[in-house]
Antibody, heavy 120, light 107 residues
Framework: EVQLVESGGGLVQPGGSLRLSCAAS????????MNWVRQAPGKGLEWVSY????????YYADSVKGRFTISRDNAKNALYLQMNSLRAEDTAVYYC?????????????WGKGTTVTVSS | DIQMTQSPSSLSASVGDRVTITCRAS??????LNWYQQKPGKAPKLLIY???NLQSGVPSRFSGSGSGTDFTLTISSLQPEDFATYYC?????????FGQGTKVEIK
């Protein structure tokens, strides 16, 4: 079964750091690009970051650029999001999602999400 | 950045109704348009990719159309399990933006 499982969320103070992980199984992780998408409480979906299979191409939303770092370890079938200088507006459920390109990009598999709360 | 605007923001419909949701991009995105369904407390689920392609396992009552800047998602006969929020999303260029969502509620 194709599966993505996020972890690492929690309560952190403004200005703090957190590292999210996404464990992939049931497919060849090293062949797929990946996204992080978040959803603030009661709000819509916001794309956060993209990483290609080889890690050679990375994109960020302007709202997180310079503060968040996406990475992956293909040997461990794992995706990461290092979040620094966290703000209250980063409070959200964070989802990892598999990206297919056929040739149009779309997210066909999503994890259940991990909750990040930034508050003092 | 490409802005995605959905309409309506919410709608009330009855089981069996035909429902249409529209999504407009601020510039041409060819067919780089996807539709997702989200139920409360759950992750989004892919319905339609590349504007008109039905994702495997998604019921055929869902369909998508459009290209360029104007797109539609149609549910031909609304079922009880279809009450949810629907999002369009462009993948033409980063940042990959979503529409604000359309909440489909029971009339």
């Amino acid at each position: 079964e194709v599966q993505l499982v996020e972890s690492g969320g929690g309560l952190v103070q403004p200005g703090g750091s957190l590292r999210l992980s996404c464990a992939a199984s049931g497919f060849t992780f090293s062949s797929h690009s990946m996204n992080w998408v978040r959803q603030a409480p009661g709000k819509g979906l916001e794309w956060v970051s993209y990483i290609i299979s080889s890690s050679s191409t990375i994109y960020y939303a302007d709202s997180v650029k310079g503060r968040f770092t996406i990475s992956r370890d293909n040997a461990k079938n794992a995706l990461y999001l290092q979040m620094n200088s966290l703000r209250a507006e980063d409070t959200a459920v964070y989802y990892c999602a598999r990206v297919l390109q056929r040739p149009y990009y779309y997210m066909d598999v999503w994890g259940k999400g991990t909750t990040v709360t930034v508050s003092s | 950045d490409i802005q995605m605007t959905q309409s309506p923001s919410s709608l009330s419909a009855s089981v069996g109704d035909r429902v249409t949701i529209t999504c407009r991009a601020s510039q041409s995105i060819s067919s780089y348009l996807n539709w997702y369904q989200q139920k409360p407390g759950k992750a989004p689920k892919l319905l339609i990719y590349a504007a008109s392609n039905l994702q495997s396992g998604v019921p055929s009552r869902f369909s998508g159309s459009g290209s360029g800047t104007d797109f539609t998602l149609t549910i031909s006969s609304l079922q009880p399990e279809d009450f949810a929020t629907y999002y369009c999303q462009q993948s033409y260029s980063p940042p990959w933006t979503f529409g604000q969502g359309t909440k489909v509620e029971i009339k």
